[in-house]
């Protein structure tokens, strides 16, 4: 299902969460469950994994992770205020130290002039940290490949929040 680069992200974000005794969650839209599922392709991920919310709809990004129906209204299920907010509401809901969320239009339809195939927003927040946030423009590369984009630019977030996170404790 990953590629081996992919796999040794994973990896890389899991030895890091060992070293600092953490454990992450995830909130996930556009990508379905990617990220948790390639997390857990590592043996011995359920010491650094706590859990991992789909939500898809609105209706679970509300339901779920606590996300106001007007937040995403207003701004949108694609944006940065509902990915921080599917963030810090995944943090909240779980007994992970920090969590990842990612939102966005992986095509190939649902894009609009404002908000185009390949517009990604992810977000980390750590119970002991800022809310970390990026806003990807990944282009219309194809569903799969703006899925995996978003995988691995979670890894990267998560790796910083990691870093930032511990540096202040």
Do not use: W
């Given at each position: 299902?990953?590629?081996?680069?992919?796999?040794?992200e994973?990896?890389?974000?899991?030895?890091?969460c060992?070293s600092?005794?953490?454990?992450?969650?995830?909130a996930?839209?556009?990508?379905?469950?990617?990220?948790?599922a390639?997390?857990t392709?590592?043996?011995?991920?359920?010491?650094?994994?706590?859990?991992?919310?789909?939500?898809?709809?609105?209706?679970a990004k509300?339901?779920?992770?606590?996300?106001?129906a007007?937040?995403?209204?207003?701004?949108?299920?694609?944006?940065?205020?509902?990915?921080?907010?599917m963030?810090?509401?995944?943090?909240?809901?779980?007994?992970a130290?920090?969590?990842?969320?990612?939102?966005?239009?992986?095509?190939?339809?649902?894009?609009?002039?404002?908000?185009?195939?390949?517009?990604?927003?992810?977000a980390?927040?750590?119970?002991?940290?800022?809310?970390?946030?990026?806003?990807?423009?990944?282009?219309?590369?194809?569903?799969?490949?703006?899925r995996?984009?978003?995988?691995?630019?979670?890894?990267?977030?998560?790796?910083?929040?990691?870093?930032?996170s511990?540096?202040?404790?």
């Open positions: 299902m990953f590629d081996d680069e992919v796999i040794r994973a990896r890389a974000v899991l030895d890091l060992a600092r005794k953490m454990k992450i969650t995830t996930e839209s556009c990508t379905g469950g990617l990220i948790s390639c997390l392709e590592i043996p011995g991920s359920s010491a650094f994994v706590d859990r991992g919310f789909v939500t898809y709809s609105n209706e509300s339901e779920l992770l606590g996300v106001p007007d937040m995403i209204e207003t701004h949108g299920a694609v944006s940065e205020q509902v990915a921080r907010a963030a810090e509401g995944a943090l909240e809901r779980s007994k130290d920090i969590a990842v969320s990612v939102t966005g239009i992986a095509g190939p339809d649902g894009g609009s002039e404002a908000k185009s195939v390949g517009l990604v927003h992810l980390c927040a750590a119970r002991n940290g800022p809310t970390l946030h990026r806003r990807m423009l990944f282009g219309n590369q194809g569903r799969h490949r703006i995996i984009l978003s995988v691995r630019t979670a890894f990267v977030l998560i790796s910083q929040q990691l870093d930032e511990t540096a202040t404790v």
